[in-house]
């Protein structure tokens, strides 16, 4: 036990905040650690394991294609990849016809700003105070939090920040050298914050005044996490460039920026490409994952497991005043607190769930979409403990 964490600590990055379990074993929204211990995951690998660990579909569908072909660069045809964009395309917002694969968020996001800087020729990209769209240097530069840009200036030139959910904001800032603004349907890493309900078509029409594109970061929002395949839909809005990651694969690293073909076509030949995207193996989990999340619609599934949890978190907040707000929807909720939660989050490891943060104050809820009502009300019993056990703990402080 002991021994497998300290070899990731001998010789793997420091980099991660790491929780002091082993995770082996995984099945819908449960995972065991190597004392057998089970764990219901509210965190899913931040959204990752939307369709459930181990997915039954998505296993069987690794099988098949491991046994077939592996790698097939995408120099070449392939079987598996053709039918995942056939499969992507029949749930892509209507008119962006066309994907291009990437191996992770980050790289996502990184495409959408070579792809919108390409297709209009201009340089500026306005991005959310609050956004996050990864750790590499493009989708860095459009990511707020200074904790993750400052070690690492300069960053890119010509990204600007407006206020997220403050369409006036943004229209100061986006002109006739804007290629794209680029934004999170809701901030996940900020703390789940919704935008008001005609922010993002206020944000299509500045940007169609402009001539600029909009890219919407679905990373963490898409694939029926928010109660729709995409939570744009939630507000009518579809982009001209939007980015899906996390989950696609069934958790499988895969992502893609789709797009219109006008736009696809801007760019030439060899102008982005990368040695893994549209590896089979993951193509074929994909084909599988979409499959899975179209025939249970999980998207509906979302709709109705997030009323409930979210109505036990609002009821957990009426009774503890430790609690200062819910947020979000769907199965994308979080609990912000008064306090620092690391003890709190310790403790529901402790008892058996798993939490994720959202700055050091917040609870964030990204379960698998399979969650079932039972795992949904011993995730709200753990958290009331442990917040009962905060304010008792607080109160002897006092
Ligand atoms: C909205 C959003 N965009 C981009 C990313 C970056 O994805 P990755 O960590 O796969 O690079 C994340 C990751 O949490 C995210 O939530």
């Known amino acids: 036990m002991e021994s497998r964490r300290s070899l990731e600590d001998e010789y793997g990055s420091s980099a991660f905040q790491k929780f002091p379990v082993t995770i082996v074993r995984g099945s819908g929204a449960m995972v065991w650690d190597d004392s057998g211990k089970e764990y219901v995951d509210c965190m899913a690998g931040y959204g990752v394991a939307i369709v ?3 997915n039954p579909a998505v296993v069987e569908s690794i099988k098949r294609q491991s046994e077939r072909l592996i790698t097939c660069h995408g120099s070449f045809y392939n079987d598996a990849r053709g039918e995942l964009l056939q499969k992507l395309n029949g749930v892509s917002p209507k008119g962006l ?6 191996n992770s968020g980050a790289e996502s996001n990184e495409a959408a700003i070579k792809l919108a800087r390409r297709h209009t020729g201009r340089k500026k990209i306005v991005s959310m105070m609050g956004g996050f769209h990864g750790k590499t240097f493009g989708a860095l530069s459009a990511t707020w939090n200074k904790k993750y840009r400052e070690p690492f200036m300069p960053l890119l030139e010509h990204f600007d920040f407006a206020r997220y959910g403050d369409a006036q904001s943004l229209e100061q800032l986006v002109d006739a050298d804007t290629a794209a603004v680029i934004a999170e349907p809701i901030q996940g890493e900020t703390g789940v914050v919704v935008p008001p309900p005609d922010y993002f078509r206020q944000v299509r029409e500045v940007c169609n005044r402009a001539g600029a594109l909009l890219i919407l970061d679905e990373i963490q929002t898409g694939l029926g996490r928010t109660g729709k395949m995409w939570a744009s839909e939630h507000w009518g809005v579809v982009p001209d460039i939007m980015t899906v990651s996390k989950g696609l694969a069934g958790g ?3 992502g893609a920026a789709l797009t219109t073909r006008e736009v696809m076509g801007s760019l030439k030949k060899g102008e982005h ?5 549209g590896n089979p193996l993951a193509c074929a989990a994909a ?4 499959g899975f999340i179209t025939e249970r619609n999980l998207p509906t599934q979302a709709e109705a497991k997030g009323k409930i949890l979210k109505a036990g978190l609002l009821r957990i907040a009426s009774a503890h005043r430790i609690v200062r707000d819910v947020r979000g929807m769907g199965l994308m909720l979080a609990a912000e607190t008064r306090v620092d939660i690391h003890e709190a989050l310790l403790g529901a490891l402790n008892e058996g769930v798993i939490f994720a943060y959202s700055g050091r104050e917040t609870f964030r809820l990204l379960p698998p979409l399979v969650i079932d009502e039972g795992q949904i009300r011993r995730a709200l019993e753990v958290l009331e403990g442990v917040l009962t056990n905060e304010e008792e703990r607080r109160a002897r402080q006092n």
């Open 52 to 54: 459930g660990h181990c």
């Open 252 to 254: 499988i690293p895969f």
């Open 287 to 290: 084909t599988a994952t979409l």
């Open 273 to 277: 490409t990368s040695t893994f995207a």
């Open 97 to 102: 016809e066309k994907a291009l694969l990437t």
